[in-house]
């Protein structure tokens, strides 16, 4: 929190230096990788959305301490419930027959599906998580990971809706590197106003110790919801976003599971405890993955020509999940935040003045 | 179809899913380790069955559990015994994230497509008793897990290892402190599920003779079913949960209008959600040696 | 002959320096107790001894052998047995199977079986009720269960951790009376007590640790003289003793 007796430009500059740093880097990024080529520019679209789907989800876990396995549920409500909003009526009729009258008819701005989505996501969220934000643990875990088979599984077979594993077509396609640089500086603005708020750091005390914490009055279950819902609505907005950047949406092949997984892989190798834990996560394991998919296409190197068999990059995936997990079990970056560069030297002796340089 | 034949079908289905919750519920009770690469534990050894057609049956299977129980100690050795010190969830994301490594290691060696392979075709084939259709494999399995399900039992409540692993399940530093050597007796838990997967495997290929990368996954969820709603870490618990997935799965499919069938799995996922919120530690209240709290 | 001879030992948990360059000596056949508060590191000691909580610095010599890098096996394997200040019985074991497991790295069954039944006769309620889970036990009992488990490893070397705690006295009595006994017969027992009395009953040197540190040895009778462990416990003059230790390092 931010002590609002010194509000000045520069106090919340300082406040804000840790989510700020990181929006600029990303900006310069995506502006130099998009003008490369218009292939590069869908990977930088691509990586950015996946980074809004990182910080939903580390907006639950790296609050609350109790792992997800439940949030590409809320991609996939999310992304569908845009699909319905937005897809021209012409196309609906023909792809989407069985859809009620009113959703054929509606022919909705992109705005209207983001907000849409997200509503439908929060919602979702805010209904499951009633019950679920009592579990802990393991059980929390497997809690929410069910959650994802029920959701999951309904999608996948309600082929009047979806389409199922047939693909749903005809999404707007509207998402480039702009819109989803600014949508994700818009995820990480909103996570660290949420892990700084008064909330959010009572949330954290829940996690450091549950029991005292709630011998203290904090209501761990409601902090947990209202960290759940966010966390569902930020996630829903890449799940959105990734659907109008691809033009089209499946349930095959467990593709939601696989993505899923890719995000909590990238949230673990980062770290799950600070918000530059997710940047650094989802950038080394986008490169990497990058990397590999080339590498499957084919390159030549030094006059050989190296093609991997399909599923190579997902094994690379997997291993560098175990590696991190195994030597650098909090992650890239052990929980830490950036610090106000010129203060760094001196965090020693002033460590009570800007207690957000850290957030171990 | 007569309330018999359902039992019968129901027990086939319920023995399957039983001995996988059995297999996963022995791990987690032991290390607290859930276990998603089991999945694997039963793919890769479907793919050992691929490779050995044509051999003589028997030794075909002998193949498949060595190369299963090598594959979990390995896995144990390599990944798990990495991160023994670390909490549960980040040992269930381990364990996610090997057996995604896995499945897209067989994509890469075999293709992602479905395989197929006739196995001891002779076993699936029915045969009628008094008007109840009986297929080989449904009385198999009946019969492996109910011989297997006792068989642990007496392992785990009267054998040497069997108290260690309890004690180790329960207080692994002060199973070390009075010499227990913990890593061999979590080994002989891997062990002891990788023979569970491969008896699932045999009669998994045995009924259907196809298999994929991914087959896996259902199966453990499946299990991971079974086991929440047996208790997780019960074996009593975990076989009795597997039992009624089975029945449940099998009432679902008599008695769910046409339509909302596919969505069968939906309703099971729903049903862990519910068990976990009323009964956290299982619906079935069975005290194990080997339940963890 | 050096039973087991720790030197500059130094036990960190995160930020805390449980144990402070210590260093402790146990000849053979000898019963030394630590005498201390709580939290004076006492058992983070028996811990790093017993090998579940590494040290940072140091080193214990298990006569005259360096043990540092041993395992927790090895080390039980050595002759070095620790019965916990938690006790630690295995609660769903049944009280024959707690027994059973403290010989698990002994190979000799028939000899393993007369022990079993040395344990039954030294504790008769244990036999009563050795077809129980242990987790029914009362805390007494649990605490001779704990006992009997570290006897079935035929240690060399005994490290009992606050052995009365929670006992009635009339359990405390016997509980010492066995130490007497194990010490007769020539096992090297290393003791933590808060309660100095007691232990000064049994032990033939003792150690009076706080903050980490040793801040006296010393025979029983010694000790006792003239209330020096009360003064190092309790009193304002501890400062003066810190003093002239020989075994404090100098203040940092």
């Known amino acids: ?45 691509d990586t950015l959305i996946k980074l809004i789907m990182v910080t939903g989800l580390y907006i639950f876990i790296g609050n609350s301490g109790i792992l997800s396995f439940g949030h590409g549920a809320f991609l996939i409500v999310s992304a569908y419930t ?99 640089l600014c949508a994700a500086s818009v995820s990480l603005l909103v996570a660290w106003l949420f892990q700084t708020s008064r909330y959010g750091l009572l949330l954290r005390a829940t996690r450091e110790d549950l029991v005292a914490a709630r011998a203290s009055g904090i209501r761990a279950e409601r902090l947990r919801l209202v960290a759940f819902v966010l966390s569902a609505a930020v996630a829903a907005l890449g799940g959105i976003l990734w659907g109008h950047s691809n033009g089209a949406l499946s349930t095959a092949n467990n593709v939601y599971l696989n993505l899923q997984f890719t995000i909590i892989a990238m949230l673990v190798v980062g770290g799950v405890r600070s918000l530059s834990g997710v940047v650094v996560g989802t950038l080394t394991l986008s490169i990497i993955g990058e990397i590999f998919r080339r590498l499957e296409i084919g390159v030549d190197i030094f006059g050989l020509n190296i093609i991997l068999p399909g599923g190579s990059r997902e094994v690379l995936l997997g291993l560098c999940m175990l590696l991190a997990l195994i030597l650098r079990p909090d992650g890239l970056t052990r929980g830490l935040e950036l610090s106000w560069p010129r203060r760094s030297a001196n965090r020693h002796k002033l460590p009570q003045e800007n207690p957000m340089e850290l957030h171990s | 179809m007569t309330f018999l034949q359902m039992l019968i079908d129901a027990a086939s289905v319920g023995g399957l899913y039983a001995l996988t919750a059995i297999g996963i519920g022995l791990i ?21 069955l691929l490779l050995t057609a044509g051999f003589y049956w028997p030794v075909a299977v002998l193949c498949v559990l060595v190369f299963v129980v090598i594959f979990a100690l390995a896995s144990d050795w390599l990944v798990f015994r990495q991160v023994r010190r670390a909490p549960p969830e980040t040992l269930m994301i381990v364990s996610f994230g090997l057996s995604f490594m896995i499945q897209y290691f067989y994509v890469m060696l075999f293709g992602s497509l479905t395989r197929t392979v006739n196995f001891l075709p002779e076993i699936s084939r029915g045969f009628e008793v008094g008007g109840l259709r009986i297929a080989g494999v449904s ?136 068990v976990l919120l009323v009964r956290p530690r299982g619906l079935i209240a069975v005290r194990s040696s080997l339940e963890r709290v | ?101 403290g010989a698990s790295l002994r190979r000799d069954a028939a000899v393993v079986k007369t022990d079993i039944d ?135």
């Open chain 1, 1 to 45: 929190m931010i002590d609002e007796a010194k509000i000045t430009p520069s106090a919340i500059f300082r406040f804000l230096w840790p989510c700020l740093a990181w929006v600029v880097l990303l900006a310069i990024l995506t502006f130099a990788i998009s003008a490369i080529s218009p292939a590069m520019s869908r990977i930088a679209t």
């Open chain 1, 82 to 180: 845009s699909a319905w909003l937005t897809i021209p009526p012409m196309m609906k009729k023909v792809i989407l027959p069985n859809l009620p009258q009113f959703l054929q008819l509606v022919d909705a701005a992109p705005y209207v599906g983001i907000v849409g989505g997200i509503l439908l996501a929060a919602l979702v969220a805010l209904l499951i998580g009633i019950p679920l934000v009592r579990l802990s643990g393991i059980a929390a875990s497997i809690g929410t990971f069910a959650f994802f088979i029920v959701v999951s599984v309904i999608y996948n077979n309600w082929t009047g809706w979806t389409k199922g594993t047939a693909s749903l077509v005809g999404l707007p396609v509207y998402v480039g590197p702009k819109i989803a």
């Open chain 2, 28 to 48: 987690f009770g032991v290390i607290g380790l859930v276990n998603f690469a089991y999945g694997e534990y039963i793919m890769v050894g479907a793919y050992v």
């Open chain 2, 139 to 274: 009385l198999l399995q009946i019969g492996a897990t109910l011989v297997l399900t006792a068989a642990l039992a007496i392992f785990i409540n009267f054998t040497r290892i069997g108290y260690q692993m309890r004690a180790v399940s329960e207080n692994p530093r002060m199973a070390r402190l009075v010499g227990v050597n913990s890593n061999r007796i979590i080994a002989a838990a891997f062990a002891i599920s990788a023979l569970l997967a491969v008896t699932v495997t045999v009669l998994f290929v045995a009924q259907t003779g196809s298999m994929t990368p991914f087959f896996g996954v259902s199966l453990t969820m499946i299990g991971f079913v079974a086991t929440v709603i047996g208790g997780l870490g019960s074996l009593p618990g975990c076989a009795l949960g597997g039992f009624l997935v089975g029945a449940l799965t099998t009432l679902l499919q008599m008695l769910l209008p046409p339509d909302l069938q596919p969505f069968r799995e939906a309703f099971v996922f729903a049903a862990v959600i519910v």
């Open chain 3, 1 to 101: 002959m050096r039973h087991l001879d720790v030197v500059g030992l130094t036990v960190i948990y995160g930020a805390v320096r449980a144990v402070a360059n210590m260093s402790i000596h146990l000849d053979e056949g000898e019963t030394v107790a630590l005498i201390g508060p709580n939290g004076a590191g006492k058992s983070s000691l028996l811990l790093t001894i017993a090998g579940v909580v590494p040290a940072r610095s140091g080193s214990i010599k298990l006569r005259g052998e360096d043990i540092g890098s041993a395992s927790v096996e090895q080390r039980v394997g050595s002759g070095i047995s620790v019965v916990p200040e938690t006790r630690d019985i295995f609660a769903k074991l049944s009280v024959h199977e707690n027994l059973l497991i």
């Open chain 3, 118 to 252: 040395r344990m039954y006769s030294l504790f008769p309620r244990l036999a009563e009720r050795r077809k129980q889970m242990a987790g029914f036990l009362s805390g007494g009992e649990q605490q001779m269960l704990a006992i009997g488990r570290a006897l079935m490893a035929r240690p060399k070397l005994l490290m009992l951790d606050e052995p009365s705690l929670g006992l009635a006295p009339i359990i405390t009595d016997k509980v010492y009376e066995t130490i007497a006994e194990l010490k007769k017969s020539g096992t090297s027992i290393l003791l933590v007590e808060q309660n100095a009395e007691r232990a000064f009953g049994v032990c033939d040197r003792a150690y009076i640790i706080q903050a980490g540190r040793v801040t006296l040895e010393g025979s029983p009778e010694e000790l006792a003289k003239g209330g020096l462990v009360e003064q190092a416990l309790f009193g304002r003059a501890a400062a003066g003793i810190v003093r002239t230790s020989p075994q404090v390092e100098t203040a940092q």
